[in-house]
């Protein structure tokens, strides 16, 4: 990544947080450009990342880039990418679409084709450099160029390899959307202390450091989550009485299914972004 230029197209939070962690980590900001049309996006960003060219043209922030990252909505990415299509085609940049749904032979398409694309899905945690990435890049990809990718999402956090770009619908169920499961799990436990009489402060200083503290030790553990559980469910008492009556509503399957219904839905927009946007 030495002497190399990164573009954005779209300074919205994740961008914005890429951008902060390559700047922590030391990459320079001159070397970053960012392409926003909101005026007054373009102002918070440049007081935000001091030393970042902030420009309203796609365009201007692709010349000289090698590697550019595609951070806007997938509503409009075929749009914006059919745009930059000309651009792309002279200057060959490595391509990393962070958008959710559109896959990557359409956004090879879009941009003119033999294009060295990457696929990445980060997730919201990325805002606090405490993200992970999945990451699948197509055949055009130089090694060299897959190893730009990973080291610029790995400013926000580890990031995983895929071995097929369906895999990444199986990420964006697992890590994109996982947070707001543990938020919902999170809720649940300072609801119901709020219920069993804590006030609500203290229930969701009970619940987010139980979390916190569940994470930290299995992100450290070499058991398995089952020997963890075990540790925790000592027979005859109270976790053992949460748990049976979890088994005993089926909980997994519940929760399997829910991670199904994401799984697919994440196949559902990758085949409508093909469809919407055919010529």
Sequence with gaps: MKNKNV??????NMATAIVHGL?????PAANIAIAEPSAEQRDKLSRALPGVRIAADNDEV?????????SVKPQVLALVCRKLAGTVQRTKPLIISIAAGPRIADIDAWL????????VMPNQPALLRKGVSGIFANDATSNE?????FQIMSAVGPVVRVAS???IDAVTAISGTGPAYFYLLIDMLAKSAVEFGLDGTAARKLAVETAVGAAALAHVSDDTMDELIARVRSPGGTTEAAFDSLEQSGVRDIFLRALIAARDRATELGDQAHNENQD
């Design 62 to 70: 692709l010349c000289g880039a090698s590697s550019v990252v595609l």
């Design 7 to 12: 573009a954005f197209i779209g300074g919205g």
């Design 23 to 27: 700047l922590n980590g030391g990459f």
């Design 112 to 119: 003119g084709g033999k294009n060295a694309v990457v696929r």
């Design 145 to 149: 160029q897959r190893d730009a990718a």
């Design 165 to 167: 770009e369906a895999d």
